[in-house]
C-alpha cells in the first residue's frame, strides 16, 4: 500500500507516468492494470491512467500481487537438430524469445517446445521449462533443452564446470588485427544504460571469449568465436570491446545501414556448434547448426571472395 500527496512540481503530468516515478519497482503496464482496476484513488475517487495531475492530490495505491504464470504449449515450428531420452537440440531461428519475460509471453520457444514433447524439466521453475542455457532473441543455433530432472542437473554441472564446447560464428566491422585472440574481461551491466552491458568496468562476472579469423571480406572479418562463460550478451560485449561490434548489433555500436548493403534486421551472430556429454552414459555428443541461409546470403553480397 502506498499513500502521498501529489507535488506541485507533477502537475500537468500522466497520473500513471507519475506513479512509475515515484514507484520505479513497477512497471508502467502493472501500474495502468491497477489504475483499470480501481486500485489506484485520487482524492478517493477511481481516476484513468490519462488523468492530469494537478499537484495536491492525495493519491492511495493498493497494490495487487500479478497472477502466478506458466508456460502455455503452442503449435510452433521447430527444427529437432538432436533428441534421445534426455536432452533435445534444437535450432533456434533469430527473433525467437527463448522464453517468457519482459512482456513476451507467446511464441517462445519453451511454447514450442511444449507443444512437441508435452513434459519437461522442471528445474529451472515454470516458466523456463527444460532450459538449461539460452540464446539472445536476435542470435539463431543450437540450444540443448533438457527432458527431465536429472538430465538438467547434469547438463548444468556440464555448463558450471566449463565442459560444454559451445562455437559461434560471427560477423563484425572492421578488419580484426589479430587472426586469433582471447579476451578475458568481466562483464557487468552497464550503470546508465540499464538494457546494455559492459566490459569497461573492473568489477563484475568473470567471461572468457576466444576467436580465429575464418575470412577477411571488404569492410568485414568473419570469425569463429567459442567461450568458456554463458554471461548475457558476452560474445557482442567482448567483441564490441576491441572496436569490432557485430554486425547488425545496433545496441553495441554497429551501424543500423551499412552502404550498398541489404538491412540485416538482426545480428549477424550464430550458435553454429555445441559439444556436450549425454547424461545417460557419459559419451560425448557434437550438434551442428549450419549457417542459416539469411546470413549465409547477406555474407555473400560483402565482398564475393573472402580476402586473406
Known amino acids: 500500500m502506498a499513500d502521498f500527496t501529489a507535488d506541485r512540481a507533477e502537475a500537468g503530468r500522466r497520473l500513471d507516468n507519475v506513479l512509475h516515478e515515484r514507484l520505479p519497482q513497477y512497471s508502467r503496464s502493472r501500474i495502468q492494470e491497477w489504475i483499470r482496476d480501481a486500485r489506484v484513488l485520487v482524492n478517493g475517487g477511481a481516476a484513468r491512467a490519462s488523468y492530469t495531475v494537478r499537484g495536491g492530490e492525495a493519491i492511495h495505491l493498493e497494490p495487487a500481487d500479478p497472477p502466478p504464470l506458466r508456460a502455455e504449449p503452442e503449435e510452433i515450428p521447430l527444427t529437432v537438430l538432436y533428441e534421445d531420452d534426455d536432452v533435445v537440440a534444437v535450432d533456434k531461428p533469430a527473433g525467437m524469445v527463448v522464453h517468457a519475460g519482459a512482456g513476451v509471453h507467446s511464441g517462445t520457444l519453451v511454447n514450442a517446445l511444449l507443444h512437441r514433447f508435452g513434459a519437461l524439466s522442471r528445474v529451472g521453475g515454470e516458466m523456463r521449462p527444460g532450459i538449461v542455457h539460452r540464446l539472445d532473441r536476435f542470435t539463431s543455433g543450437v540450444i540443448l533443452v533438457a527432458k527431465n530432472d536429472a538430465a538438467h542437473r547434469k547438463l548444468a554441472v556440464q555448463f558450471s564446470s566449463r565442459r560444454v564446447e559451445k562455437v559461434y560464428l560471427a560477423m563484425v566491422h572492421g578488419s580484426v588485427k589479430q587472426e586469433s585472440g582471447v579476451i578475458d574481461r568481466p562483464i557487468a551491466r552497464d550503470p546508465i544504460h540499464r538494457t546494455r552491458m559492459t566490459a569497461r568496468l573492473r568489477d563484475g562476472r568473470s567471461a572468457h571469449t576466444e576467436y580465429r579469423v575464418i575470412a577477411r571480406l571488404t569492410g568485414f572479418t568473419f570469425l569463429e568465436v567459442r567461450i568458456g562463460t554463458g554471461r548475457t550478451h558476452q560474445i557482442r560485449v567482448h567483441l564490441a570491446s576491441l572496436?569490432?561490434?557485430?554486425?547488425?548489433?545496433?545496441?553495441?555500436?554497429?551501424?543500423?545501414?551499412?552502404?550498398?548493403?541489404?538491412?540485416?534486421?538482426?545480428?549477424?551472430?550464430?550458435?553454429?556448434?555445441?559439444?556436450?556429454?549425454?547424461?545417460?552414459?557419459?559419451?560425448?555428443?557434437?550438434?551442428?547448426?549450419?549457417?542459416?541461409?539469411?546470413?549465409?546470403?547477406?555474407?555473400?553480397?560483402?565482398?564475393?571472395?573472402?580476402?586473406?
Not at 248 to 253: E, S, V
Not at 262 to 279: D, E, M, N
Open 243 to 308: 572496436g569490432h561490434p557485430v554486425a547488425g548489433d545496433t545496441l553495441y555500436g554497429a551501424p543500423a545501414l551499412v552502404p550498398g548493403r541489404p538491412s540485416l534486421g538482426r545480428h549477424f551472430l550464430h550458435a553454429h556448434r555445441i559439444r556436450f556429454f549425454r547424461p545417460a552414459d557419459g559419451e560425448p555428443v557434437t550438434v551442428i547448426s549450419p549457417l542459416p541461409q539469411d546470413l549465409a546470403d547477406w555474407m555473400a553480397g560483402c565482398g564475393g571472395t573472402p580476402q586473406r
